[in-house]
């Protein structure tokens, strides 16, 4: 005697093939979420010491920075870590024969230091630039200026940031 509630004896095992493969469907999928926040954790590591060192020793090239004539601007406290505002202003005077060839901001703390490099001629007349940076986690900002004079200049401020600007 069948009832018609349940399904013919021939549909049984199907069925019960289709449950034990969606199953094993979700049991497989289920690390995918865990694996993906595994490798974002990875990719947003802050940078180590010796990254950012090789960074600024690559752009300086065996010089020795000064840290008098370039002033960085910024605020201690970033509420909004997506788009902290960061101005670098030369303090010297900028001549045909004396002005910054190349800057670069560095963010110390972020996955990748180098966070912009500028490029100018003695025809700026003056340098100054304002960005936004996006700052994962409290660190230093630092500003490298490469002279027409051969000569370096740094910068650097620290800054604490509320949370994360890279989805942290």
């Not at 993906?36 to 990719?43: G, H």
């Amino acid at each position: 005697m069948t009832s018609s509630n349940f399904p013919p004896a021939q549909f049984a095992p199907r069925r019960a093939f289709m449950l034990t493969a969606a199953i094993g469907a979700s049991a497989a999928l289920l690390p995918l979420p865990l694996y993906a926040q595994e490798v974002l954790n990875q990719l947003l590591k802050p940078a180590t010491p010796d990254q950012v060192k090789a960074v600024i020793d690559g752009f300086l090239d065996g010089a020795e920075p000064v840290n008098q004539g370039l002033k960085l601007t910024m605020p201690v406290l970033g509420d909004n870590p997506a788009a902290v505002p960061l101005k670098v202003v030369f303090e010297v005077p900028i001549t045909p024969e004396l002005y910054c060839e190349e800057l670069i901001i560095l963010a110390e703390g972020n996955p990748y230091p180098l966070a912009c490099r500028f490029n100018f001629t003695p025809l700026a007349g003056t340098t100054e630039v304002a960005v936004r940076l996006r700052l994962i986690e409290s660190q230093s900002v630092s500003a490298v200026a490469r002279m027409s004079d051969g000569q370096f200049i740094l910068a650097r401020q620290a800054i604490t940031v509320t949370a994360g600007g890279w989805g942290m």
